[in-house]
């Protein structure tokens, strides 16, 4: 929930999303790397970019190694719609 309030991205969307749609940019100037999400909205087909806060990228850090992560490759461990919207 809180990583789509920090991007904007709908449970569909966070339901879809892989690893492999983290993209790595050197940052202009800076010597560093900012990260982004690159890919596809569902219903449009259409390329979106979400560039990552830090406290976007601390919760992608702090799921990594759950074994439902690991399992498939997805950014969070996920429950269904359902249970989201009756916590």
Known sequence: ??????????????????R????????AGEGGEDRFIQAQRGKTTSVYVVPLT???????????????VVRTGRLFPLI???KTNDA
Not at 2 to 10: A, D, E, S
Not at 20 to 27: E, L, M, P
Not at 54 to 68: F, R, S, V
């Open 20 to 27: 492999n749609q983290i993209r790595w940019v050197q940052a």
């Open 1 to 18: 929930f809180l990583f789509g309030c920090m991007t904007g991205l709908g449970m569909g969307e966070l339901e879809r999303l892989h």
């Open 54 to 68: 830090p406290e976007a990228l601390a919760l992608l850090d702090k799921y990594a190694q759950h074994p439902e």
């Open 80 to 82: 269904s719609s359902q």
